[in-house]
């Protein structure tokens, strides 16, 4: 079998590095910095900016973890594709399965969400015929881009992008002029375990960078541009959510108590209009997202396929299009149906164990990697690689010790589901 590193892909290379940055910007501004300047605010007062710095210091240490072990490879997968070349058939599938999963739940709940605040223009939409037409309508409409060509779902996701930073760059640059000094009073340290909570909820918040990678197979030039472009977004991310914060704790008296911070943020320095720009706001980011998600989610289930860990025909791509659209219609088709039953809810806090746990092994992976002959040189090397690849496993071995026992119960079920797949597909498997 070639090396998944060096095959030819019968997909377009249509992502340019702009796109791709694009692409992990979108991912990472998600609907989480829409409510969680409230929760970490409630749970350490101002010295949540002190988090915000620890989180993205956590995130960086991992990105540079995956900005060199992703340089080593041209192919689709992303956490999966280095996994399973790492450690073995099992653990990548394992994965890729529960990274999948892991997608497809936060498709239905960013869907949902959407709906929730399409509600508050249009009541009707809350519920019934009207939720589900709408529901149907996103889904489908995000698929047929998708279906049609990578070159147009990434201008697409490009435009979100730009969007998304504008509308979101509006409120913390003109929220900026309208901070009370006086807001930002330092009091005791906090404890341990609220700081270790509310640096697992940003944790996540900053996260996206992981589902960008996974269509590496159709971005040019992708050992170069995929490094380049995490350190570059998480910068962008980095700067622009601290302000998001500095500006709600400046503006909003009682931001521990707000449901919907930037909104009330908003209408306390700009009026009602700036709440309710903020509500559009929250659509554009939800959409956005979701987009993302789309595109990038089929590509695992192409990428295991391709390695024969799935069906072969979920690796079938389109003759005109080189799009994956087996993969694509079948995730479209689930990622409906949670959205519209709502059983995907218990799988949001299972991503957290998720994604903590591949993070580590994509972080192991790097030493393991460079004492390896088989695989092609890193094209972007870490200094003292080694060294940043032990400490962010034991940061994530932190962050998981402050999950709960709940989430290491559902990620346990849901990894043995896969285990039944993987040993089904390798007993009837057929041969070339």
């Avoid at 991992?62 to 997968?77: K, N, P, W």
């Avoid at 040019?220 to 991310?237: A, C, E």
């Amino acid at each position: 079998m070639n090396h998944p590193s060096t095959t030819s892909s019968p997909l377009l290379r249509g992502i340019g590095r702009f796109d791709f940055i694009a692409l992990i910007i979108n991912i990472t501004i998600g609907a989480g910095i829409l409510g969680l300047p409230a929760k970490v605010y409630a749970l350490i007062d101002t010295w949540s900016l002190l988090s915000y710095g620890a989180s993205a210091a956590v995130v960086t240490l991992i990105i540079l973890c995956f900005a060199e072990v992703s340089s080593r490879f041209s192919g689709t997968g992303g956490p999966y594709l280095y996994t399973r070349v790492a450690f073995g058939p099992l653990i990548g599938f394992e994965v890729g399965w529960l990274f999948w999963l892991s997608r497809m739940a936060a498709f239905a709940s960013i869907c949902n969400l959407f709906v929730s605040y399409a509600a508050l223009f249009r009541p009707q939409l809350a519920a019934g015929g009207e939720r589900a037409g709408l529901i149907t309508l996103l889904v489908v409409g995000l698929a047929s881009i998708n279906y049609i060509g990578v070159k147009q779902s990434a201008w697409v996701n490009t435009l979100f992008t730009i969007s998304k930073l504008g509308a979101i760059g509006l409120f913390a640059g003109l929220g900026l002029f309208f901070v009370d000094p006086a807001a930002f009073s330092f009091p005791k340290l906090p404890d341990y375990s609220p700081f270790s909570q509310a640096v697992l909820l940003l944790i996540f918040t900053f996260s996206g960078f992981d589902v960008a990678a996974i269509p590496s197979g159709e971005v040019q030039q992708p050992q170069k541009t995929v490094p380049l472009s995490l350190l570059v977004s998480i910068g962008i991310v980095a700067v622009l959510f601290m302000a998001v914060q500095i500006v709600c704790i400046g503006t909003l008296p009682n931001l521990a108590h707000s449901e919907r911070p930037l909104a009330d943020a908003a209408a306390h320095f700009l009026g009602p209009k700036g709440a309710l720009l903020i509500t559009m706001v929250a659509l554009l980011t939800a959409v956005g997202t979701l987009h993302a998600l789309m595109l990038t989610g089929p590509r695992l289930l192409f990428a295991m396929a391709e390695q024969r860990q799935l069906p072969g025909w979920l690796a079938a791509t389109h003759s005109r299009f080189r799009t994956p659209y087996a993969a694509i219609l079948i995730t479209a088709t689930l990622q409906l149906l949670l959205a519209l039953t709502g059983t995907f809810l218990y799988a949001l806090t299972l991503s957290t164990v998720i994604r903590l746990s591949y993070y580590a092994l994509t972080c192991a992976a790097l030493p393991l990697l460079r004492q390896r002959t088989d695989v092609p040189m890193a094209q972007f090397r870490v200094v003292g690689g080694p060294l940043i690849a032990g400490l962010s496993v034991l940061l994530c071995g932190w962050l998981l010790s402050n999950s709960s026992g709940r989430e290491a119960r559902d990620a346990a079920i849901a990894a043995a589901v896969g285990l039944v797949i993987f040993v089904g597909m390798r007993r009837y498997q057929t041969p070339r």
